[in-house]
């Protein structure tokens, strides 16, 4: 600023009398005289130590539940508006053989349900895409080796921060030995 530039806003931490960091961020513009000849430098600084903070609990917050979702014992998945994957936690992955890489971005419908299931699942993400939950559904999935499982699922609305619905988590049970035993009580 003192060269007759303006830089932009910058960042910085300042140390307070009691050696508290409080993190400023400053704007710095050229003073010039009558004669725009530089004289001086006005900076003008907010304190925004809460900001920050308030911002790191947040990323703290979202990679819990990250690691949560990504860990949990129950397969998760979910959908964006458009009916792609974007969420696939490892237990989907244990019981599919699919791994995220797999089936990120593709159509979750129309790749891994079965022609006889695909307009009643996706009818029950279509009521979630607005608005309307759907709890205890059973979807029938394909593994990667061709191997029908079976997930009991609660398809639950996704909205943003200003609460425009922008997909679909599923939350579920693999049921696919429940049945089977049921099944097999049903024969004998």
Do not use: C
Not at 91 to 113: N, P
Not at 123 to 138: E, K
Request: proline share 2%; aromatic share 6%; hydrophobic share 40%.
């Amino acid at each position: 600023a003192l060269q007759g530039e303006e830089p932009a806003n910058f960042e910085f931490p300042l140390f307070t009398k009691s050696n508290e960091r409080v993190d400023i961020l400053l704007n710095a513009a050229t003073r010039r005289g009558t004669d725009e000849v530089v004289v001086g430098v006005v900076g003008v600084g907010q304190d925004i130590t809460a900001i920050n903070q308030s911002q790191a609990e947040l990323t703290r917050v979202a990679n819990d539940l990250r690691l949560l979702i990504d860990t949990a014992n129950a397969p998760i998945f979910g959908i964006n508006a458009e009916g792609r994957v974007n969420e696939w936690n490892r237990k989907m992955a244990a019981i599919t053989g699919f791994s995220k890489d797999d089936v990120f971005g593709k159509d979750l419908v129309d790749e891994y349900i079965s022609d006889e299931f695909r307009e009643s699942v996706r009818q029950v993400l279509d009521d979630a895409l607005h608005g309307q939950q759907t709890d205890n559904y059973q979807v029938p999935l394909f593994t990667k080796h061709g191997d029908r499982v079976e997930v009991l699922l609660n398809a639950t609305t996704r909205v943003d921060a200003a609460g425009t619905i922008v997909g679909v988590v599923g939350v579920g049970q693999d049921i696919t030995a429940i049945n089977q035993s049921q099944a097999e009580l049903t024969r004998v």
